[in-house]
Each structure stands twice: as structure tokens, then as C-alpha cells.
């Protein structure tokens, strides 16, 4: 009896021994074997607050705690049936010069677990760890990985960083021991490939990061340790694929409180064959760079060890591959020359880069060797700006002469559309500029006008740019402009061509003269087709105070004009008000001049005429005026020419016909007139043209009769008195040559007329009513001849 109940009792206590086991190990039981060189922790965490213990029997006896440290093989009992989310596995190993292969332990595969290398160098060198076969990425701390197995590096107690796998980073080296650890979540198998560990070189520097970029655009994050050590310094070495190029972008930043400002931690960029570029943080990091580079960041030394001045950098690398072009030269020294290339679109992937550095306007100057290099930029996308000075100091090389205003410049590498050209145009001190289209003239663009043209002018003056002399088009009516200024510009904007020859062929023509009176003055030819616009420089602006503008309207003789004052704006003025004259050019007419109080009405002007307009010293308010020329046919003047025409065309012919008719009218009242003339010339005073001779008119010296007292009675009397002077002083007795016979005036005398070779000395006329008269005349030539003269 006393037996039975002793083997009760006994049943009673082994009940109770189970039933506390079954309670501290909740049924979950672990085999775990351990390899030489390994230790395992396992750690309750630290967030988790529960009364679950692991349990492991020392010299037989349960010893039950919320951690345990395992360097052999040991069976362990959990007091709770899921210890998986109660404990922490970390299992370390020291190794040294040797290749770091992962095992899995499978009891722990539940578990969340780390797996931890001390690296421990047998000699003072650095450890180089090589990570080609997985790669690594660098996150931040609190990051997690895709594949749940996250590395973390510590060297010196330092964390170096924290990584996922599949990255870009292909190699880690460390200076003197370290430390490798893998976090993997449980339920997660092991997946991590071999780590060569070899012995490298002396280093200066904490940690050396290598990095090797993809062939395929990318963007990679590196962040520097997280406490850096005084003077201590972090490098990293990027390799970067052929045709590929990297851009640096700091993302956030940190910077200690140093105890010099010269030793501020940078960023020292180095690249092969190249000068070191150091950037401070807050500055713009280099861009679209080719080639394999490295950084450097150095500590300083600090003042305060605060965690809140500690130095932190943040910063990503990114790589693409892009479609370089690539333009070098130089712009001519004679030419004061500046072209400028930008961006049309800022946030456009186009890059331009001139010597290396990134811009979104690019500036090249005369006299300067340039390369420039653009990435990924379509012509379109870059615009072009050219400024040129054209500057004549002498008047001997630049008197009349025209010079014309184009841009041909030989490097056509250099991209993008042209998109506006600046002239500066120089002269020689005193002179003014006179601006001609050497092809259709131009007109006026109101700025409320459109320009139907690929370019749109503008001429304004270089040392004021805010007077401008106004906007014009190609194709107009205005001639020539002239400007009493020495230096002005003239700005032509291309609205809708990318082709850069349209500029080469002469836009403008320009030349120097002498001072002009005028501030401005403009040569105009109206033509039919439109009404011509006129406008003071500047418009809607005002004119400029005592400045005088003029028109020179040019119009066809058969053409006037309607001049019409759209749009007049006057100003008050102190003393003399502003002046508005149209006077004609031909018949200096004074048109219309303007006085305070005019009210402008329209004009018509019969011929070319000018324009003038002067604003007033000290006006109050503004002085503008804007007009419309309307050239018409002059009907009215083109048919008084013609009455003009026939009238006198009437007034010749009547004239003629009454000379004609005077003519005859003498003719027939003429008497018979007989000369004698020895000379058988018969040319008289009056007398048009060689009489007929002989042979032409055979009754020249043929007469019926001659009337002899109708012709010589002045000569009778002179006769008479003659005789008597003479028988005063000869006497009586004084005998006189016989006259020669006399024809007969019945004889027809038409065969035998009468030669001058037989008169000889007297003259004797016949009268046809009294019959014959005889009468004596001496001649006082010895010789006379008888001819025949009609009146």
C-alpha cells in the first residue's frame, strides 16, 4: 500500500515537471549547431513586451533568460509557441584574409536574423571588399530593401552606410578592421553570394566607395558616414561608361562648426588628365561630365563634437547616355562680334556646355577660342542672338560710302536657329546715319500693327536704348532714314525661318554724313496701293523735348495727296508751343502751320511736299503725332495740260494762217522796184535766202516799164539842185555826155532784156500815164547798176 503511494506520488511530480516545461517552452523546441569561429546572440527585442523566455539546460537544469549567447551546440526550449516574434538572431564570425560565404542556419529561418563579419586584418592595411557578384545600392537608414536582406558596413565603430543589394557599387575599402553585417527578415532564405575579402594598400582615407555605372540611364544615391571624424575623409570613385555622361546634385547637407572658414568641408571633383574642381556645397555641382571621375569630402576641424553640426552630405549621380555635338573656333578679331546661344525651354534634357561648364545661355565673344559642346539638343530647341558692332572712326573711310548690314559668319558648326541680330553702328563724332533698304523700302510698324515679314526692325539710339526711333517692316514706302545721332542700333528680329543664310543677304544699307538740322528726317515715296502711315519716332512715345522731325513726301507730277492727322497729341509748353508745318517743295508754299489752339483738318497737296514738326522745350506731357498719306490721280491738272496742249496747238496754227495771209496781202501791194548793182550779187539786209539766178527766173531784169518819178523823184530834186549848183560855179557853157537810146517801151523786151554790163552811168524812168519824161540824174558812183526790187 505504502508502495503505491510513493509511485503516485512520484506520477504527481513528473506531471508537474512537464506541465511547467510545456509552459516555459510553449512546444516549440530548437537543435541548433554551431560552427567553429561562430557565436550566436539571441536577443529578445527590445519593442516587444512579453513573458516568453529561451531556455537551455546547464548542467541539466532548465536556465530560462531573454537572451542567450551559443558557441556550440546547444537544444533550446522557448517559452511561448512563436518565438520568431519575440527574439532577434545575430550570428558572427571573425574572419580575416579569407572569402566571406554565407551559410543559412535553418532553425532560425523563422527568425529575423543578422548575420555579422569582423573583419580583422592580420596586418595594419585596408581590407578591400569586393561585392562584384552582387553589387551594392546605398539607402538611408531607415530604408528597407525589395529582397529583405539589407548590408551595413561599420568601420571604426563608424557606420559607413547602409546598402541593398544590386547596385552599382562594386567595392568597399576599408582602412583597418570592420565590420559587415546582413539583416535578413524571417521567413526569408539567405540569399547572399560570396564577398571576396583581400588585403589592400595604405589609406589615408576612412572609407573608399567604387562604383561602376550602367550602361543605361541611371540614378544613384550616396550619403556620406554618419559621423565623420575630425580630418577624416570619404572618397568615391565612379566609373562611367563610353558616350555616357554624369551629372552630380547634392540633395541635402550638413556642415560642422569649424574652427577656421578655410577648412569648410567641399567637394574636390577629379577627373584623368584634368585640373581638380572643387565646389562648396551650396554651389551648382558639375553636370554632363564624360569620363571616370572621383570625390573627395573632407572633414574639418570642428569646434563643438554636437551631433547637430556634424557633417552629413547627401547626393545623387546620375547617368545617361546622350548625342554629343561639338563646335570649336574662334570669332574674328577684326569683328567686335557676340553670339549667343540658349536654351528655349529650361527644363528642355538639352545641355549646353561651354569649357566645361553647364549654362543655359552660352556667350561667345571675339578674340576668344571657344569649344562648345551641346548634348541632346535638336537645332530647334537653341536660339540664336548675334550682336556686331560696325564702327567707322574716319571720315575718309566712310564718307559716302553705303555699308551693308548682314551677318554671314563662317561658323555655321556652331547650333540653333537665329533668332535676332543687333547692329551697333559707330560713326565718327558729329555725324549722323542714314539707313536705306536696298531692295523695297520700308514702312512703319505701329505696335499695334503686325508685320507681314519673316523680320521686324528696330532702330533705336546706343547710349539711350529707352529712345527708340521706332518699329518697321520690309516693303514700304519709306526711303531712307536719317538720325543725327553718331551711334546707333538697329535690332532685326526674326519671327518664323531657321535658316541662318536668309541673314546674309543685306538686310539694311547704312552710311555716315554730316550733321543734319533735324533730329530726324524721312524720305518717303506714297504709293497707290495703300494709305501711307506716318508716325513721330518712338510712337505711342513721346518725342524727345526741342527735338525736330521731318518728311520728305516724294509724289509723281501727276499724282497728289491727302494728308490726314489721325492721331495728334500736344503738349502744354512755357514758351513757344510746338510746331507743325507742310510747306510744297517745288513752290515753297507754305501749306499749313500749326499754332496752340489749331484743330488739325486735313490737307490736300497737289505736289511733293514737307512735313516738319518741333516739340518745345519744357513740355508738359507728351508730343506725338501719328498721320496717313492717301496718294490720288490728278485728274483736274492732267486735263488743264491737255486744254493747254491744244490751245496752243489752235493759237500756232491761227498765227500761221495769218502770216500766210499778211504775206500775199503785201505782195499784191508792193510796187516794182529797180536797182542798179554792178556786182551781180543781189543780197539785201532782209532778204532770206540767195535770190534765183538768171537761169531760175528769166524775168528778173525783164520790166514793162519804169516809173521813173514814182522811184528816183528824191533824186530829181536832188538833181535839180545839183544843176544849179553847178551852172553857179561852171557857167553855162559846160557840155554833158549824151544819154544813152532808151528802148522803146512798146518793144517786147522779153528776148532782149536788159544786162547790167550795158547801163552805164544814168538811171532814166518812164511814167505809163504822161508819156515820156527825161530827166538827168548824176549818180555819186561811177557805176550803178539797174536791178528790180519788190517791197
Known amino acids: 500500500m505504502r508502495s503505491w503511494r510513493v509511485t503516485c506520488f512520484s506520477l504527481v511530480l513528473l506531471v508537474f515537471f512537464l506541465s511547467s516545461v510545456l509552459e516555459l517552452t510553449g512546444g516549440a523546441e530548437l537543435n541548433v549547431a554551431v560552427e567553429q569561429g561562430t557565436t550566436i546572440h539571441i536577443n529578445a527585442s527590445s519593442s516587444t513586451n512579453t513573458q516568453c523566455k529561451v531556455c537551455m539546460r546547464v548542467r541539466n537544469q532548465p536556465l530560462c533568460q531573454s537572451y542567450v549567447i551559443l558557441r556550440s551546440d546547444t537544444l533550446l526550449d522557448f517559452s511561448c509557441s512563436q518565438p520568431e516574434k519575440v527574439f532577434i538572431v545575430q550570428i558572427i564570425r571573425d574572419i580575416g584574409i579569407m572569402t566571406i560565404e554565407p551559410k543559412e542556419h535553418s532553425a532560425f529561418i523563422k527568425f529575423n536574423r543578422t548575420f555579422t563579419w569582423n573583419l580583422k586584418p592580420l596586418v595594419s592595411r585596408s581590407l578591400q571588399l569586393n561585392f562584384s557578384s552582387t553589387g551594392l545600392r546605398q539607402i538611408e537608414p531607415k ?95 565612379f566609373n562611367v561608361p563610353n558616350a555616357y555622361y554624369a551629372d552630380v546634385r547634392i540633395l541635402k547637407y550638413t556642415l560642422p562648426t569649424c574652427l577656421s572658414s578655410e577648412s569648410i568641408p567641399t567637394m574636390k571633383y577629379t577627373w584623368q588628365g584634368r585640373d581638380a574642381l572643387v565646389k562648396r556645397m551650396n554651389e551648382n555641382q558639375p553636370s554632363v561630365e564624360p569620363g571616370s571621375f572621383n570625390i573627395s569630402i573632407k572633414n574639418c576641424k570642428m569646434s563643438t563634437m554636437s551631433s547637430l553640426s556634424r557633417l552629413m552630405v547627401h547626393f545623387q549621380i546620375s547617368a545617361i547616355k546622350r548625342r554629343k555635338g561639338q563646335c570649336e573656333g574662334d570669332l574674328p578679331d577684326k569683328q567686335v562680334l557676340k553670339i549667343q546661344v540658349m536654351k528655349k525651354d529650361p527644363k528642355s534634357v538639352c545641355v549646353l556646355k561651354l569649357d566645361s561648364v553647364i549654362m543655359d545661355t552660352v556667350t561667345i565673344a571675339s578674340g576668344n577660342h571657344f569649344i562648345l559642346n551641346t548634348f541632346d539638343c535638336n ?18 573711310n566712310c564718307t559716302s560710302s553705303l555699308f551693308p548690314l548682314h551677318f ?155 494728308l490726314k492727322f489721325r492721331n495728334v497729341s500736344q503738349p502744354k509748353c512755357k514758351q513757344l508751343h510746338t510746331d507743325i508745318a507742310v510747306q510744297t517743295i517745288r513752290s515753297q508754299t507754305v501749306l499749313y502751320t500749326t499754332t496752340k489752339d489749331d484743330q488739325m483738318k486735313d490737307l490736300l497737296v497737289p505736289e511733293s511736299f514737307y512735313l516738319n514738326m518741333t516739340n518745345c522745350k519744357s513740355p508738359t506731357g507728351a508730343f506725338r503725332a501719328m498721320m496717313e498719306v492717301t496718294v490720288q490721280s490728278n485728274t483736274n491738272k492732267l486735263l488743264g495740260i491737255i486744254l493747254g496742249v491744244v490751245g496752243v496747238v489752235l493759237a500756232i496754227a491761227v498765227a500761221v494762217v495769218i ?46 516799164y519804169i516809173d521813173d518819178t514814182l522811184v528816183y523823184s528824191h533824186l530829181l530834186k536832188d538833181d535839180a539842185e545839183n544843176k544849179q549848183h553847178y551852172e553857179d560855179t561852171s557857167g553855162p557853157h559846160l557840155n554833158k555826155p549824151p544819154l544813152p537810146d532808151r528802148p522803146d517801151r512798146n518793144v517786147d523786151i522779153q528776148d532782149k532784156a536788159l544786162l547790167p554790163n550795158e547801163l552805164y552811168g544814168y538811171v532814166q524812168g518812164q511814167s505809163t500815164t504822161s508819156g515820156p519824161t527825161k530827166a538827168s540824174v548824176k549818180s555819186s558812183e561811177e557805176h550803178t547798176y539797174e536791178t528790180r526790187l519788190c517791197v
Open 379 to 396: 537645332k530647334d530647341e537653341l536660339e540664336l542672338t548675334v550682336t556686331q558692332t560696325e564702327e567707322c572712326k574716319e571720315w575718309r
Open 408 to 562: 554671314n559668319y563662317e561658323q555655321q558648326c556652331i547650333p540653333g536657329v537665329l533668332k535676332m541680330i543687333t547692329w551697333h553702328l559707330q560713326g565718327p563724332v558729329n555725324s549722323a546715319v542714314e539707313l536705306q533698304s536696298p531692295t523695297d523700302g520700308l514702312r512703319y510698324c505701329l505696335p499695334e500693327d503686325k508685320c507681314n515679314s519673316i523680320l521686324l526692325l528696330n532702330v533705336s539710339q546706343v547710349i539711350n536704348p529707352g529712345i527708340t526711333v521706332g518699329q518697321f517692316c520690309p516693303k514700304g514706302s519709306i526711303q531712307k532714314i536719317q538720325i543725327r545721332e553718331s551711334k546707333i542700333a538697329v535690332t532685326a528680329s526674326v519671327t518664323s525661318f531657321s535658316d541662318r543664310s536668309v541673314a546674309a543677304k543685306p538686310i539694311l544699307s547704312y552710311s555716315f554724313t554730316q550733321g543734319i538740322s533735324e533730329n530726324y528726317i524721312f524720305t518717303v515715296a506714297p504709293k497707290m496701293d495703300n494709305p501711307t502711315t506716318l508716325a513721330t519716332p518712338g510712337w505711342p512715345s513721346a518725342v524727345k523735348a526741342s527735338s525736330t522731325v521731318s518728311w520728305i513726301v516724294n509724289m509723281e507730277p501727276q499724282y497728289t495727296s491727302v
Open 659 to 704: 502770216w500766210f495771209v499778211l504775206r500775199k496781202k503785201k505782195r499784191n501791194k508792193a510796187p516794182p522796184v529797180s536797182v542798179y548793182n554792178p556786182s551781180e550779187h543781189a543780197f539785201l539786209p532782209g532778204l532770206h535766202g540767195i535770190p534765183k539766178t538768171q537761169e531760175e527766173d528769166e524775168d528778173n531784169h525783164t520790166y514793162a
Open 143 to 237: 530604408d528597407s530593401c525589395p529582397d529583405n536582406h539589407r548590408y551595413m558596413l561599420t568601420v571604426e565603430n563608424i557606420s559607413i552606410g547602409t546598402f541593398c543589394q544590386n547596385g552599382v557599387i562594386r567595392q568597399i575599402d576599408v582602412r583597418n578592421a570592420g565590420k559587415l553585417s546582413a539583416d535578413v527578415t524571417g521567413g526569408q532564405h539567405l540569399s547572399m553570394k560570396v564577398i571576396a575579402v583581400s588585403v589592400g594598400r595604405l589609406m589615408n582615407s576612412l572609407v573608399n566607395v567604387h562604383a561602376v555605372l550602367p550602361e543605361k540611364s541611371s540614378i544613384q544615391d550616396f550619403i556620406t558616414p554618419n559621423t565623420i571624424p575630425e580630418n577624416a575623409e570619404t572618397m568615391w570613385f
